[in-house]
């Protein structure tokens, strides 16, 4: 079974960047179609943005489009979100996962979850 474990969070002020990568172990993730979530508080876990085995192809939601960009490097095993003009709205605790199929990665129906890593923006 996959481990995943995120990193890269921290305290921002508006306007700032983040880069959050994510580290698979136990087996490759070049398989994968891998996302990034993030859960607010008080809030559900929602869909940040994901991204085809190959790296080709990447889906956002609508209020991180031109904002955050996702990207992967098999060779390492790893996950990136390059965070961009971040809003205070952006603050949450930020996961990654993945599945063999976009339509699990983007309902999010995963069933193990790492820690993830938190991500606070200063207004």
């Known amino acids: 079974q996959v481990q995943l474990v995120e990193s890269g969070g921290g305290l921002v002020q508006t306007g700032g960047s983040l880069r959050l990568s994510c580290v698979g172990s136990?087996?490759?993730?070049?398989?994968?179609?891998m996302g990034w979530f993030r859960q607010a508080p008080g809030k559900e876990r929602e869909f940040v943005a994901a991204?085809?085995?190959?790296?080709?192809?990447?889906h956002y939601t609508n209020s991180v489009k031109g904002r955050f960009i996702i990207s992967r490097d098999n060779a390492k095993n790893t996950l990136y979100l390059q965070m961009n003009s971040l809003k205070p709205e952006d603050t949450a605790v930020y996961y990654c996962n993945g599945d063999p199929v976009l339509r699990v990665v983007v309902t999010g129906h995963l069933e193990v979850w790492g820690q993830g890593t938190l991500v606070t923006v200063s207004a």
């Open positions: 136990g087996r490759t993730l070049s398989s994968y179609v």
């Open positions: 991204i085809s085995p190959s790296g080709g192809t990447t």
